[in-house]
């Protein structure tokens, strides 16, 4: 029997847990001391004032997954819906929540929006491209620096009604291609934001995301001002645990009965006790979509 959890609070058993890049970034050379920010669990307990979860559920929350068992914070949580699989449904609270506030909540994107996203074969850029097709983009742009990985991402997002232009950086300016964009999730920065400023149509907005291409860059502000650019940057970082909280309402108000449109690309699975070694393989970016350890 577990402990029971304080208020708010549930116990789970953990099932599968994502790995994320930004535990590559804080943890510098020893990523294994992170905790984990995301996990698939089966409730163990449930504490006080906590609704809509029994013991035995299968939930998909934020939340420290290495290790055998973890206790979340039950507005943190969503039910794992059926169709997902244990790694699936552990591999999509952070893309899902960061795409959602990206591309929702502070993209405004309307139907018909062309929308940009780098790093497309990221876990969060995979995830960015299914939502941005389910808000009814009509043209989505997703960068890679690799050809292959942008037919994976092709095979994997599968037939969508947005049409998918795919941009390998390492042959082509996406500027030249990514043309009149009402939206750009922005994963990669400094590298990329002269050509951003470029490709965003006027009254356009850039949301960013992610430094792996560096954080310092200069811009024409100029531009910026011509075209009425929004330049947005988002993070966890700085978010309280309420703030987090309206992030998962909105997805599970907006999203609660179609989360398997959303199914992530498990890209390599591996041991919880090899978690040294799933580091060193989302380090070496040959991956498209996630990477989750099981206990
Ligand atoms: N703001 C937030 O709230 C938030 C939340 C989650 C994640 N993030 C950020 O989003 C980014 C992606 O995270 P993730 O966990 O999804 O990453 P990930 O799965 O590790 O993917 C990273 C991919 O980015 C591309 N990349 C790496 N270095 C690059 C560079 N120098 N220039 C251009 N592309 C580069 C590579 O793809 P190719 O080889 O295909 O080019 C690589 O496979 C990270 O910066 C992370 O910190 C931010």
């Given at each position: 029997m577990?402990?029971r959890?304080?208020?708010g609070?549930?116990?789970?058993?953990v099932l599968?847990a994502?790995?994320?890049?930004a535990d590559?970034?804080?943890?510098?050379?020893?990523p294994?001391?992170?905790?984990g920010?995301?996990?698939a669990?089966?409730?163990?307990?449930?504490?006080?004032?906590?609704?809509?979860?029994a013991?035995?559920?299968?939930?998909?929350?934020?939340g420290?997954?290495f290790a055998a068992?973890a206790?979340v914070e039950a507005r943190?949580?969503i039910a794992?819906?059926?169709g997902?699989?244990?790694?699936?449904?552990g591999a999509?609270p952070?893309?899902?929540?960061t795409?959602h506030?990206?591309i929702?909540?502070h993209?405004h994107?309307?139907?018909?929006g062309r929308?940009?996203i780098?790093?497309?074969?990221s876990?969060?850029?995979?995830?960015?491209v299914?939502?941005?097709?389910?808000?009814?983009?009509?043209?989505i742009f997703?960068?890679?620096?690799s050809s292959t990985?942008l037919d994976?991402?092709?095979r994997?997002v599968?037939?969508?009604?947005?049409e998918?232009?795919?941009?390998d950086t390492s042959?082509e300016?996406?500027?030249?291609?990514?043309?009149?964009v009402d939206?750009?999730?922005?994963?990669?920065?400094?590298s990329v934001?002269?050509?951003?400023i470029?490709?965003a149509a006027?009254?356009g907005?850039?949301?960013?995301v992610?430094r792996l291409?560096g954080r310092?860059?200069?811009i024409?502000l100029d531009?910026?001002?011509?075209k009425?650019i929004?330049l947005?940057?988002?993070?966890?970082r700085?978010?309280?645990?309420?703030?987090?909280?309206e992030?998962f309402?909105?997805v599970?108000?907006?999203?609660g009965?179609r989360l398997?449109?959303?199914?992530?690309?498990i890209?390599g699975?591996?041991?919880?006790a090899?978690l040294?070694?799933a580091?060193?393989?989302l380090?070496?970016?040959?991956?498209?979509?996630?990477?989750v350890?099981?206990?």
């Amino acid at each position: 029997m577990s402990p029971r959890p304080g208020p708010g609070l549930l116990a789970v058993r953990v099932l599968a847990a994502g790995l994320n890049r930004a535990d590559l970034i804080a943890y510098g050379s020893a990523p294994t001391s992170a905790p984990g920010r995301e996990l698939a669990g089966e409730i163990t307990a449930v504490g006080d004032g906590v609704e809509g979860f029994a013991v035995g559920d299968r939930i998909m929350a934020r939340g420290h997954g290495f290790a055998a068992t973890a206790v979340v914070e039950a507005r943190l949580a969503i039910a794992a819906p059926e169709g997902l699989s244990d790694e699936e449904a552990g591999a999509l609270p952070v893309a899902l929540t960061t795409m959602h506030d990206a591309i929702v909540t502070h993209g405004h994107l309307a139907p018909g929006g062309r929308v940009l996203i780098h790093a497309a074969s990221s876990g969060v850029g995979v995830t960015g491209v299914q939502l941005a097709a389910a808000f009814g983009a009509s043209t989505i742009f997703a960068t890679s620096r690799s050809s292959t990985k942008l037919d994976v991402i092709g095979r994997h997002v599968g037939p969508i009604d947005s049409e998918l232009v795919t941009i390998d950086t390492s042959v082509e300016a996406f500027e030249e291609v990514a043309t009149d964009v009402d939206l750009i999730v922005d994963n990669v920065g400094a590298s990329v934001l002269e050509g951003n400023i470029v490709a965003a149509a006027v009254q356009g907005r850039i949301v960013q995301v992610g430094r792996l291409g560096g954080r310092e860059a200069t811009i024409d502000l100029d531009e910026l001002a011509r075209k009425r650019i929004e330049l947005i940057g988002v993070t966890f970082r700085t978010r309280s645990d309420d703030e987090v909280a309206e992030i998962f309402t909105r997805v599970r108000d907006d999203l609660g009965d179609r989360l398997t449109l959303f199914r992530p690309r498990i890209a390599g699975r591996f041991a919880l006790a090899d978690l040294e070694v799933a580091f060193a393989e989302l380090a070496a970016d040959r991956h498209v979509g996630k990477i989750v350890v099981v206990p």
